[in-house]
């Protein structure tokens, strides 16, 4: 090696897309009223933490997990979403592995004339656009109405000329916390079968929503053969566990389960999703809490002079839209409390925040917050 030659930068062996684009950011929070996240107000009762505690440490953290809990954590999910007969259900690390692991599973060699495409509607979750791009597929995101309606005839379109290997349907969505109309996705599935095409449907926001894709699946099976239900314990309560989990044909299901690294679930995840769901009462009382909670918070927003426009939800997180975004988004920080400014994610978001439905006490001083930066 000739010492005067500079030696090439590793950096340069990262592939040029990754180099140029931003990692996903995770605000800093410390000190401040986090409600940007959709996250659970409520931590455990004392007596539970108590119990849990006792139960992760008496696992074998030096054993690798698998085996009879993670089939046991399986059924107990299966059995608390009401899977469809016959359906097998995978885990992910979180939704967010699942999302990257269907996008790697869908990947088509580069060599290929086309490369395989994710269709969305947009604005929408930005997981799906990203793990598009991770693993060498195409984007196509098709533009909500302006009142965050599916454009059902764009999206027909869109999968007419497309042929998207997965098409997302996040029901509800985040940003815009809306539930779409039933006949509207049924079309679009329908379209997706047609094709050829995967349909994935996110329940991120289950507990909080009036309905689920899930009692369509039960109902017909073959007409969602091609259906992937996507659900996450994280808005259910437990965002520091990551656990999701996917539930479709047992076929497709089978195929995507080949690209899951073999320990991608740990004993800890497994053991504490296990002990949430033999106490899901307490969690589905506190979603039922938030679910009247943000009814309330719609209604204060509504009354609140300022406040140009505040959409319905069906999720735990309400988006308003205001006079200017950024300095309301600021002045709230000032005031310590954190939400989400989605106003540059889409030009459909233009001056809109997103706040996360807390407990009545968060809810207030958000909204004295909000109240005062506007
Ligand atoms: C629609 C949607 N899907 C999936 C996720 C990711 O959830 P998880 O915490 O399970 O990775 C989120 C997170 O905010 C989301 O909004």
Redesign the pocket.
């Known amino acids: 090696m000739n010492p005067s030659v500079p030696a090439p930068s590793p950096l340069s062996r990262i592939r040029p897309d990754v180099r140029a684009m931003h990692a996903y950011h995770v605000a800093p929070s410390d000190g401040l009223l986090k409600l940007d996240?959709?996250e659970n107000p409520f931590s455990l009762p004392p007596a539970l933490q108590r119990a849990l505690g006792e139960r992760l440490g008496a696992l074998q953290l030096n054993r690798y997990p698998g085996g009879a809990r993670q089939e046991a954590l399986k059924a107990a999910l299966a059995a608390h979403a009401g899977a469809p007969e016959g359906s097998a259900l995978m885990l992910g690390n979180?939704?967010?592995?699942l999302?990257s692991l269907l996008a790697l599973a869908c990947a088509q060699p580069a060599a290929d004339r086309r490369r395989a495409v994710v269709l969305a509607p947009v604005p929408g979750?930005v997981?799906y656009a990203m793990s598009a791009q991770l693993q060498g597929l195409d984007f196509v995101g098709v533009p909500l109405t302006p009142d965050f309606e599916l454009d059902e005839r764009a999206m027909l379109a869109a999968i007419a000329a497309h042929h998207p290997a997965i098409t997302y349907l996040?029901y509800p969505?985040?940003p815009t916390a809306t539930l779409w109309d039933e006949g509207a996705m049924q079309r679009i599935v329908d379209a997706v079968a047609a094709q050829g095409g995967i349909v994935a449907i996110?329940e991120?926001?289950q507990p909080f929503a009036s309905r689920s894709w899930i009692e369509r699946m039960r109902a017909e099976p073959a007409r969602n053969a091609h259906v992937l239900l996507?659900r996450?314990l994280?808005k259910f309560g437990l965002?520091g566990v990551?656990l999701?989990y996917l539930i479709g044909p047992a076929a497709l299901v089978g195929e995507i389960d080949k690209v899951r690294p073999p320990y991608n679930i740990s004993v800890l995840n497994c053991e504490a999703a296990l002990f949430a769901l033999e106490h899901a009462d307490v969690f589905a009382d506190q979603a039922a809490e938030l679910r009247g909670e943000r009814e309330l918070l719609i209604a204060r927003l509504r009354a609140m002079p300022g406040v140009q426009r505040v959409w319905d939800s069906q999720a735990n997180m309400v988006l308003v839209r205001v006079p200017d975004a950024a300095r309301t988004f600021q002045g709230m920080k000032d005031r310590g409390v954190l939400v989400k400014n989605v106003s540059t994610m889409h030009a459909l978001l233009a001056q809109c925040l997103r706040l996360t439905v807390g407990s009545a006490q968060d809810n207030a001083q958000m909204l004295a917050a909000l109240e005062a930066s506007l």
């Not at 979180?94 to 592995?97: A, C, V």
């Open positions: 996240a959709m979180g939704s967010d592995e999302i979750f997981m996040a969505n985040n996110d991120a926001y996507m996450t994280s965002a990551r999701g």
